[in-house]
C-alpha cells in the first residue's frame, strides 16, 4: 500500500461489521433529509476518500489559467463524449470535444480487422485536431476512452484475460494487478488514454446478464480487487503524473448495478441506503482510495430514480462527503433516460452531478448546443457549469496529458509487439489456471493422465469466441471465429498440445461421435456470449428446454466412457443434471484467450504428478434450485457454498445424485403484461413500414403508414386503437431480448383482448425472436367474426410450432396487416395457465 493512499477507517469498520455481507432490508435506514438551512444530510458511514497528489495547489492554478481564457462553448464541448462512429476529426477540430470514445465493437475505420497503425493515427489525428485553435480557438487535449474490461478487447490479437467472475475465483489481488499493467500497455499501445474499467459492481442476483463482471458477491472481494486494479492500470501518480505506461481508470457503474430487483440490467435497487454502502459502496471506497481518476455513472436507478440524475448520490454523496474530486461521466446516453430528458437535451443530469455525457449517435450535436443555451438561460448554473469543466482538466493536469508527447509519439504507442506478447499471454494463462473451480471429482478422476486417448467434445472445446464471452471483440462477443484471436489458444489446442507431448492422442468431435473408443471423454460445453442486456435471465436453469448438453453428456455415459466436464459460464446455473452427467466438474467461467490454463490443470506431468494445483473457489454462490436467489450470510442453502471448491485429492462430498426436478422451490409464476392500460416495462411501441421505425412517445403516433391513438374502453386510454392506411407492422419491442421460456408450457397463451372494425386484410400476430426468427398465426384463426369485443386466446406452443424460440424474444406481440384494417386492442399479456385454449391451426 502506497502511504498517498491510506485506506478509510470507514471501509475497516464496514468490513469488521458485515460478518456474511447479508443484505438485510427489514431495518431501513431514514431517507436522505434536508435540515433547516436546506444542506443534505449524508450518514457518516459514506467515508472521506483518503487521495492526495504531491502537486495539488501547482494543478489548481493551472486548471485557474485555462479556465480563465475559455469561453462558455470551449467550457461546454469539454463536457461532451461523442463515438467514433460519430464524429469525424474535422468535428473534432471544429468543437474540440473533451473525450470522445469507442464502444463494444467500434473500430477505426468501421474496421474490425483495424491494424496496430489504424488506432494510433486516429488517436494521433484527432489529438492535433482537438490542440488546433484554428476554427474553435482551444489547446486542450481530447483523450480518448474505451471498455478494455478484460483486456483490450476490441483490439484483434489483444490478450484477453479471464472475465471479473473468474479473477474473483482466484483470491490473488496481486496478479490482479499484473493484470491491470499488462491491459494499461496494451491499450496504450494503440494511443487510448483512458479505460472504461474496473467494473465494481457486487452481483447479487445471478440473472443479472452482467454477472461476469463482476468479481464476487462478497463486497470484501470487489474493494480488494478495486484498489488493485486500479493502481494496476494507473500506477502512482501521487506525485502528479501518469506515464505513458499506465492510463486513466474508472470505477463503475456507480452505484447499485449489480442489486437490481431479479437482477433486471438498467433496473431498480430497492436497498435501503446502509446496504447500498456496505455491499454496493465498497468497490468505489478502495477504487477512489487508489487513487481512480473518474467515475462511471449507473444506468440503474435507486428506489425507482435515476442515477444519472440522483443529486444525492452524484454531488450530496459522492462528491461533498466522500470528497471525490475527480469527474464523472454518464453511460451510453444514459441521461437520455432520466424522466423529462432525451439524448439531445438534459440539464437534469449536469445540475444533477454528471460532469461528462457520454453521447453516441448524432445526438452529441443538438446536446451541445441544447446545454449551451441552458446555461445562458440559467437552467444550468455557471457555477456547476464551471466545476464540471474544473474536474475535467483538474484530471487532465494531474495525469500529465498537457505534457505528455501527442499519441503517435509516446513510448509505446504502435508497438505490435505488445499486442499479445508473450509475457502478457503468460499472465492471462496463469489466471486461468488459479481461476478454475472443480465442483465434482468421482473417485479422484481428475487430474488426468496424459498418456490416454481423450475425446474432447462439446461445441466450446474449440471455440475461442465462446470461452471469451461478452465484451471479445464485438459488444455482445457473438460473431467472432477462431482465426479473429490471433495468437490465442483453444482448450482444444491446449489439450492436444498437452496430451501429445506426453504420448497421448487426441480426438476432437462436437457431438461426441468417435473412431477410437477413449478412454476418457472432455466436454467443454456452456453459455454462448452475451453482454449488458442480452444476458439477463428469468431462471438459472442451463438450457432450459434444450438440453442438447446433457444429451451429449448422458450418451458418452451410457457407453461407460468417463466424463469430465468443462463448464463454460459467466455466471452460477443450476446445472444439477449435468453434474449428475459427469464424473467431474470443473467450471471454467470465461477464460478468454488463454486456453492452454485448463489443460494445465486437468492433466498430470510425466511422472503423473499434478502439474498445477486446482485451487480456485467460489465467488458467487451456487444455486440450489433454478429460482434460487442466494449470497452469502443470507440465511439460505445453496447447492455449493461461497468460498467451495475441491482441491486434488479432496474427498467429493457428492456421493448420492443430485435433485433433477426444476420446479424444486420454483416460485409462481406470474402473468407477463404488454399493455395493460398503458404500455408496461420494457416494452415500448413500434411501427415499421415504408417510411423506416417510428416510437410511440405519446398517446398518439401518426406515420404514413398506420394512425395509433389510445381510446377509452373500461377506464381513461386503457386500449389502444390502431388504423393501417398502408401495409405496415406494429409491435411490443424490448431493446434487448426477454427470457420469456417460463410460458412455454401447454397451458401458456398470449392472450388480448380485440375488436374488430374493419379488417380489408388479414392480420398476421408473431412474436420476434431475431431477424430470422419468429412465430406466426393468422388472427382469424383465433378470433370470431365480430366487431364487439372479444378475447383471444393463441397457445404459445402454436408459435413456437411456427419457429418462435422463448430464450430470446425480441418482439412480444406483432400485428401486421395492409391498408384499410382498423381495430382496437386492450389488457394484451401472456398467462402462465390460460383458460379456453383452442388447437394450434395449421
Not at 234 to 241: A, E, P, R, V
Not at 255 to 279: C, H, P, R, S, V
Not at 364 to 378: D, F, H, R, Y
Request: net charge negative.
Amino acid at each position: 500500500m502506497k502511504k498517498a493512499f491510506t485506506r478509510s477507517l470507514g471501509f475497516v469498520a464496514v468490513a469488521l461489521a458485515l460478518s456474511g455481507c447479508q443484505q438485510s432490508t427489514s431495518q431501513q435506514q431514514p431517507e436522505p433529509a434536508e435540515t433547516a438551512d436546506k444542506t443534505v444530510s449524508v450518514p457518516d458511514y459514506w467515508p472521506e476518500i483518503r487521495f492526495d497528489t504531491a502537486n495539488s495547489a501547482e494543478v489548481e492554478q493551472r486548471v485557474d489559467e485555462i479556465m480563465s481564457a475559455m469561453t462558455l462553448e470551449q467550457k461546454v464541448a469539454q463536457l461532451m463524449q461523442p463515438e467514433i462512429r460519430d464524429i469525424t476529426v474535422e468535428d473534432m477540430r471544429r468543437y474540440g470535444f473533451g473525450s470522445y470514445l469507442n464502444g463494444g465493437g467500434s473500430f477505426p475505420n468501421g474496421d474490425k480487422q483495424a491494424s496496430m497503425e489504424d488506432w494510433v493515427t486516429l488517436a494521433e489525428d484527432m489529438y492535433q485536431a482537438s490542440v488546433d485553435d484554428s476554427l474553435d480557438g482551444s489547446v486542450i487535449p481530447t483523450m480518448w476512452g474505451t471498455d478494455a474490461v478484460h483486456g483490450h478487447n476490441n483490439v484483434i490479437g489483444a490478450t484477453l484475460f479471464p472475465h471479473n467472475i473468474g479473477l474473483g475465483a482466484m483470491r490473488d489481488a496481486s496478479l490482479v494487478e499484473k493484470i491491470a499493467e499488462v491491459t494499461a500497455k496494451e491499450v496504450r499501445a494503440t494511443g487510448i488514454d483512458w479505460i472504461f474499467a474496473p467494473t465494481v459492481a457486487t452481483a447479487r442476483d445471478d440473472r443479472w446478464g452482467r454477472t461476469y463482471e463482476s468479481y464476487s458477491e462478497d463486497p470484501q472481494v470487489v474493494g480488494e480487487y478495486a484498489r488493485a486494479i486500479v493502481t494496476g492500470l494507473q500506477g502512482d501518480i501521487s506525485d502528479g503524473n501518469i506515464d505513458d505506461a499506465h492510463v486513466i481508470s474508472t470505477v463503475k457503474h456507480f452505484i447499485g448495478d449489480g442489486g437490481t430487483q431479479e437482477g433486471d440490467d438498467q433496473g431498480n435497487n430497492i436497498a435501503d441506503e446502509k446496504t447500498l454502502f456496505e455491499i454496493h459502496g465498497q468497490g468505489y471506497v478502495e477504487g477512489l482510495n487508489a487513487g481512480s481518476q473518474s467515475v462511471m455513472a449507473s444506468f440503474n436507478s435507486w428506489k425507482g430514480d435515476k442515477i444519472h440524475g440522483s443529486k444525492y448520490l452524484l454531488t450530496d454523496v459522492l462528491k461533498e462527503k466522500m470528497g471525490f474530486d475527480g469527474f464523472v461521466v454518464g453511460d451510453w446516453n444514459g441521461h437520455g433516460q432520466i424522466e423529462g430528458c432525451t439524448n439531445e437535451s438534459c440539464p437534469q443530469a449536469i445540475n444533477a452531478g454528471l460532469d461528462v455525457y457520454m453521447v453516441p449517435t448524432d445526438a452529441w450535436k443538438p446536446l451541445m448546443e441544447n446545454t449551451i443555451a441552458q446555461v445562458k438561460s440559467g437552467e444550468i448554473s455557471k457555477e456547476r457549469l464551471n466545476d464540471a469543466v474544473r474536474r475535467v482538466l483538474r484530471v487532465k493536469v494531474r495525469v500529465g496529458l498537457f505534457d505528455l508527447p501527442s499519441p503517435a509519439n509516446r513510448s509505446l504507442s504502435a508497438k505490435s509487439e505488445l499486442i499479445g506478447a508473450p509475457e502478457h499471454r503468460a499472465i492471462a494463462r496463469e489466471a486461468v489456471r488459479k481461476s478454475l473451480v472443480m465442483l465434482k471429482n468421482q473417485e479422484n478422476l481428475l487430474p488426468l493422465d496424459a498418456d490416454q486417448h481423450i475425446l474432447v467434445a462439446g461445441d466450446a472445446a474449440d471455440n475461442i469466441g465462446k470461452q471469451a464471452g461478452g465484451w471479445s471483440i464485438t459488444w455482445q462477443g457473438t460473431g467472432n471465429q477462431n482465426s479473429d484471436f490471433p495468437g490465442a489458444t483453444s482448450i482444444y489446442q491446449g489439450i492436444e498440445q498437452t496430451v501429445s507431448e506426453q504420448g497421448g492422442s487426441t480426438e476432437l468431435s462436437v457431438d461426441g461421435s468417435f473412431e477410437t473408443r477413449p478412454d476418457v471423454a472432455v466436454v467443454v460445453f456452456g453459455e454462448n456470449p452475451y453482454a449488458e442486456g442480452n444476458g439477463d435471465l428469468s431462471n438459472l436453469e442451463y438450457q432450459r428446454g434444450d438440453k442438447q448438453d446433457l444429451e451429449l453428456l448422458k450418451s458418452l455415459q451410457e457407453q461407460n466412457i468417463p466424463v469430465v466436464s468443462v463448464f463454460i459460464t459467466g455466471r452460477p446455473l443450476w446445472v444439477n443434471p449435468e453434474l449428475n452427467a459427469s464424473d467431474a466438474f470443473v467450471v471454467a467461467w470465461l477464460p478468454g484467450t488463454e486456453g492452454h490454463g485448463v489443460a494445465d490443470v486437468l492433466f498430470t506431468d510425466a511422472q503423473g504428478e499434478a502439474r498445477y494445483p486446482m485451487q480456485g473457489e467460489l465467488s458467487f454462490s451456487w444455486p440450489a434450485t433454478p429460482t434460487q436467489t442466494v449470497n452469502k450470510g443470507d440465511g439460505q442453502t445453496p447447492l455449493f457454498p461461497y468460498g467451495y471448491g475441491l482441491a486434488y485429492g479432496e474427498q467429493d462430498p457428492l456421493t448420492q445424485p443430485l435433485s433433477e426436478q426444476a420446479s424444486a422451490g420454483d416460485e409462481l409464476v406470474m402473468t407477463h403484461p404488454v399493455f395493460v392500460r398503458s404500455i408496461q416495462k420494457p416494452w415500448q411501441l413500434t411501427v415499421e413500414g415504408s417510411e423506416g421505425q417510428q416510437v410511440m412517445n405519446s398517446n398518439t403516433l401518426s406515420t404514413p403508414s398506420v394512425e395509433i391513438r389510445t381510446t377509452d374502453r373500461n377506464v381513461q386510454e386503457d386500449a389502444l386503437a390502431i388504423d393501417w392506411k398502408q401495409a405496415a407492422t406494429v409491435s411490443f419491442g424490448a431493446q434487448f431480448p426477454e427470457d420469456l421460456r417460463d410460458y412455454t408450457s401447454k397451458q401458456s397463451a398470449l392472450v388480448l383482448d380485440v375488436q374488430k372494425q374493419s379488417a380489408a386484410s388479414e392480420v398476421a400476430v408473431s412474436m420476434q425472436c431475431g431477424d430470422s426468427c419468429k412465430g406466426e398465426v393468422a388472427l382469424s384463426d383465433y378470433s370470431q367474426a365480430t366487431t364487439e369485443w372479444q378475447t383471444v386466446t393463441i397457445p404459445t406452443q402454436c408459435l413456437t410450432d411456427a419457429g418462435m424460440k422463448f430464450d430470446e424474444v425480441f418482439k412480444v406481440l406483432s400485428l401486421s396487416a395492409d391498408a384499410d384494417t382498423r381495430l382496437t386492442i386492450s389488457d394484451v399479456r401472456i398467462e402462465p395457465e390460460a383458460d379456453n385454449l383452442s388447437d394450434c391451426k395449421k
